[in-house]
């Protein structure tokens, strides 16, 4: 079974940090890009990063970079994405996708991150 599970999201206050994971199975997780998006209330999902099949180039949105750190363990068959300097606007469900050409991208259930005093 094609599957992603996200876990880590929780309550942190401003300025703390998270590290979510995103664990595959059922598919050749080595050979997919891995992307992080997240999805605001009321606002479309967003891209936050990716991260190539063997690791070695990412890409960040703007409002991330310097603070969000995509990574990978194709032994472990997850990516992660830790989370520093949190702020409020990073608030959102998160979720993991999985997409390689001429295959059906694959998505996760999501986890919920709410940055908050």
């Known amino acids: 079974q094609v599957q992603l599970v996200e876990s880590g999201g929780g309550l942190v206050q401003p300025g703390g940090s998270l590290r979510l994971s995103c664990a595959a199975s059922?598919?050749?997780?080595?050979?997919?890009?891995m992307s992080w998006y997240r999805q605001a209330p009321g606002k479309e999902r967003e891209l936050v990063a990716d991260i190539f099949a063997t690791g070695g180039s990412t890409s960040y949105a703007d409002s991330v970079k310097g603070r969000f750190t995509i990574s990978r363990d194709n032994a472990k068959n997850t990516v992660y994405l830790q989370m520093n300097s949190l702020q409020p606007k990073d608030t959102a469900v998160y979720y993991c996708k999985a997409s390689r050409s001429w295959r059906n991208d694959v998505w996760g259930q999501g986890t919920q991150v709410t940055v908050s005093s």
């Open positions: 059922g598919f050749t997780f080595s050979s997919y890009l």
